[in-house]
């Protein structure tokens, strides 16, 4: 079967007090057979990145707490499989190119989604260039080098890369960002801070399709990453979270 080289790359922004920035870029390489363009095309063989996690097995499926409605066979979590997308566009006006799905996958990892930002990060990606905007906003961009990307695996992909970079390498006891922590290498942990960011609460994400890739530009306000700042409050998981919030217990983070 005939294989070819998926390069992946993404960066993220750091505010300063006196309103500069400064980006961190990571890039990652996938091998992937090209006769499998399907929701396994996420999966592949990607370089510089582990295989599996280590982690205690499912016994029932009431272990599967990660994406709603697994099931739990030989150990292992079964994620459903995702329905096709309708394509329904209710949540924003405009036409930018986002259906509600893709929105609502951005939005699992988020406490509210801005139309607003939606319009902008959709803006910006539409110069198809890897690169930060200006603003007074927080933002992520992740790029997938081949064209013609479903939307829904693009956004699994970037949220899910964002926020393994926490298990991946950490950010310390006392969760605040300093510029040491920031700018470490290897260790890439911007995406992350930006996605979790205390004062973050509201998020909107455009994705293009390309000529040689698909780009992922979420933005978000409050900006997060400024150094010296805590990244958030440590304590019980969820034990402070505002109505009409929940909490989600697998990662012990409220959400909507």
């Known amino acids: ?36 363009q399907s929701m396994n095309f996420q999966i592949g063989y990607m370089g510089d990145s582990i295989m599996w ?32 997308d309708s394509n329904k566009s209710e949540m924003c006006e405009g036409s930018s190119g986002m259906t509600d799905a893709v929105r609502k996958t951005f939005l699992d990892t988020h406490n509210f989604y801005s139309c607003e930002l ?22 992520n961009i992740y790029t997938v080098y081949t064209p013609r990307f479903e939307k829904r695996v693009i956004a699994e992909m970037a949220t899910e890369s ?18 040491q922590l920031f700018n470490r290498y290897p260790g890439q942990i911007g995406h992350y801070t930006q996605l979790v960011w205390q004062e973050t609460k509201y998020v909107g994400c455009g994705i293009k399709e390309c000529y040689d890739k698909t780009l ?12 010296n700042n805590k990244i958030y409050d440590v304590g019980p998981p969820c034990s402070k979270c505002p109505s009409p919030q929940r909490c989600n217990k697998a990662e012990g983070l409220c959400f909507v």
């Not at 992922?216 to 150094?227: D, H, L, T």
């Open 1 to 36: 079967m005939e294989k070819r080289i998926l390069m992946l790359k993404q960066t993220s922004r750091k505010h300063s007090k006196n309103g500069g920035t400064k980006q961190r870029t990571h890039i990652f390489t996938r091998i992937t057979n090209t006769k499998r």
């Open 53 to 84: 996690r280590d982690g205690k097995y499912c016994r029932t499926s009431n272990d599967c707490t990660i994406f709603p409605n697994s099931k739990c066979e030989d150990g292992l979590c079964i994620k459903p499989k995702q329905q096709p």
């Open 118 to 139: 939606e319009q902008s990060s959709t803006y910006h990606a539409g110069f198809c260039q890897f690169s930060h905007s200006s603003g007074d906003y927080g933002e």
């Open 162 to 179: 964002w926020f393994e970079e926490l298990e991946d390498f950490g950010v310390g006891k006392n969760v605040i960002l300093t510029q």
């Open 216 to 227: 992922v530009v979420c933005q978000y306000k409050k900006a997060g990453n400024r150094f």
